[in-house]
């Protein structure tokens, strides 16, 4: 199993980025997805999480300017960024609780993708 996240570059403030996070390997379902991020000298918080029925859930710092979203036929979720501030710099991934064709559940991590965001 596989999470590839991708989309991530510098943007000046204000701007705009969209985050995929595309799962492959041997899956038979999904359920929750999650992004994280990582900013330099700070711990690892959730920016926002959905499940397979697209409940959606957001960090008080980013509701309002980011939406998450995921297409269940292609394994793939979605984090659109608008309104970029400097203090959404981080490093960002994605995070999956999947089951396996083997019969195993356990959550799986992508590796980061850096967002810059200049002022």
């Known amino acids: 199993v596989q999470l590839q996240a991708s989309g991530g570059g510098l943007v000046q403030a204000g701007g705009s980025l969209r985050l995929s996070c595309a799962a492959s390997?041997?899956?038979?379902?999904?359920?929750?997805m999650a992004w994280y991020r990582q900013a330099p000298g700070k711990q690892r918080e959730l920016v926002a999480s959905i499940t397979r029925e697209s409940s959606t859930n957001y960090a008080d710092s980013v509701k309002g300017r980011f939406t998450i979203s995921r297409d269940n036929a292609k394994n793939t979720m979605y984090l659109q960024m608008n309104s970029l501030k400097p203090d959404d710099t981080a490093v960002y991934s994605c995070?999956?609780?999947?089951?396996?064709?083997?019969?195993?559940?356990?959550?799986?991590w992508g590796q980061g993708t850096l967002v810059t965001v200049s002022s």
């Open positions: 995070n999956a609780d999947l089951l396996t064709v083997w019969g195993s559940r356990n959550s799986y």
């Open positions: 390997g041997n899956i038979v379902i999904i359920s929750a």
